[in-house]
């Protein structure tokens, strides 16, 4: 099993559509969470933090489900400038593992006219 | 936000010859430096992490004599890849993190498109 898992998608939406991402992680001790995006041949930018309760910045919401190992993030009133690719990450919990990053693959979002 | 630039941005070059990719932070004092590769349609993949004054700590199946990092300075890393063959065609990305940037914010570079034909 991928340490952390997310639909590669693509989704196709129109523009002004709500859209949501799900991630899912194998390890119970990781303590910090993130999405990222990424841009055609570019690299990944943070895009948010995400905490047990729930975060919220302008037109994304991201969500943490610690029992279920879950991760979401939820776009309201997609752009088209918002397409690209939405990396789930995490932070596992390990003695000497710094601050070492555990990327999924990756959810291609294409926003449409 | 703290910026990491790298260089080249991208690199075409012959099977056998080497290639270093620089990665620099230019506004902060980069302790721990990290290497990553992508390859089309796939996730970021850790190659190794380095701390600045030793040796880079490599991930599992990573060779690290075909992989040279050297992270002499709190500003810049090199990653070079030696006797490069076609399936080392990938994007190479670094990051840093260090003091001021939090201790779990890694600030990414533009990464490197390296080619080997």
């Known amino acids: 099993r991928k340490e952390v898992e997310q639909d590669p998608g693509p989704f196709n939406v129109p523009e002004g559509a709500t859209v949501a991402f799900n991630c899912t992680y194998s390890?119970?001790?990781?303590?910090?969470f993130f999405w990222y995006r990424q841009d055609c041949r570019k690299e990944p930018k943070l895009l948010m933090s995400?905490?047990?309760s729930g975060n919220e910045d302008g037109r994304f919401t991201a969500q943490l489900n610690r029992a279920s190992q879950y991760i979401s993030l939820l776009i309201r009133d997609s752009k088209l400038s918002d397409s690209a690719t939405y990396l789930c990450?995490?932070?596992?919990?390990?003695?000497?593992?710094?601050?070492?990053?555990?990327f999924g693959t990756g959810t291609q979002l294409k926003v449409e006219l | 936000g703290a910026v990491v630039s790298q260089h080249p941005s991208w690199v075409i070059c012959k099977s056998g010859t080497s290639v270093k990719i620089e990665c620099r932070s230019l506004?902060?004092?980069?302790?721990?430096m990290f290497w990553y590769r992508q390859f089309p349609k796939q996730s970021l993949m850790l190659m190794a992490t380095s701390n600045e004054g030793s040796k880079a700590t490599y991930e599992q199946g990573v060779e690290k004599d075909k992989f040279l990092i050297n992270h002499a300075s709190l500003t810049l890393s090199t990653l070079t890849v030696t006797s490069a063959h076609p399936e080392d065609s990938s994007f190479y990305i670094c990051?840093?993190?260090?003091?001021?940037?939090?201790?779990?914010?890694?600030?990414f570079g533009p990464g490197t498109r390296l080619t080997v034909t």
């Open positions: 995400v905490y047990s």
């Open positions: 990051s840093a993190s260090g003091s001021g940037t939090g201790d779990y914010e890694q600030y």
């Open positions: 390890n119970s001790a990781s303590q910090s």
């Open positions: 506004d902060f004092q980069a302790t721990t």
């Open positions: 990450v995490v932070k596992p919990e390990l003695t000497g593992g710094g601050n070492k990053l555990t």
